[in-house]
């Protein structure tokens, strides 16, 4: 939920839609933090000459402010946060090892886009037998055919809950 995707004027702005996810993202950061259950953010940061570059415009360069955090969903001090550069939240991050040292072995996924990160990250945290979870309240992307194929993805080939 970097500011490239979700502002109006971000670079791989995913559209209007975007704005129904925002409070309901802050319902379930809320929640998670009245539980005491950890948030973290993975978020994508690239360097300039990114080969994902090729595929896609530009977009949460390292250090630029279409990297930072939207503003309504800015993370607290304590909470964790760990840039990625693929579409994975696993790839050559230290999110593995995070989710071991907490003994975390569900996850609750939120955000953008569904058919991208979202989905990638379900599929190596399914291939590493966490369990996954994704509320379709909370997870968008730029074209309602790809959410909807990303959705039963998750669902019947991952075996993730969907809520």
């Known amino acids: 939920m970097l500011n490239d995707f979700v502002a109006p004027d971000g670079a791989l702005y995913v559209g209007d839609t975007v704005k129904k996810i ?3 993202i802050q319902k379930k950061i809320a929640a998670a933090r009245e539980e005491g259950m950890p948030v973290i953010y993975l978020c994508d940061n690239h360097d300039q000459d990114d080969a994902e570059f090729k595929m896609f415009p530009p977009h949460a360069t390292a250090g630029s402010k279409g990297a930072e955090v939207y503003k309504d969903l800015r993370p607290a001090e304590s909470d964790p946060i760990i840039p990625k550069k693929r579409f994975s939240g696993f790839f050559e991050t230290s999110l593995e090892a995070l989710l071991k040292e907490q003994n975390i072995n569900t996850l609750e996924l939120c955000g953008v886009c569904t058919n991208i990160c979202v989905l990638y990250t379900a599929a190596d945290a399914r291939s ?3 369990n996954v979870v994704v509320d379709r ?3 968008d992307t730029f074209d309602r055919a790809a959410h909807e194929f990303a959705l039963k993805e ?3 080939t991952l075996g ?3 809520i």
């Open 22 to 24: 925002i409070p309901e």
């Open 128 to 130: 590493r037998g966490c």
């Open 137 to 139: 309240r909370c997870v």
């Open 154 to 156: 998750l669902d019947r």
């Open 160 to 162: 993730v809950k969907i």
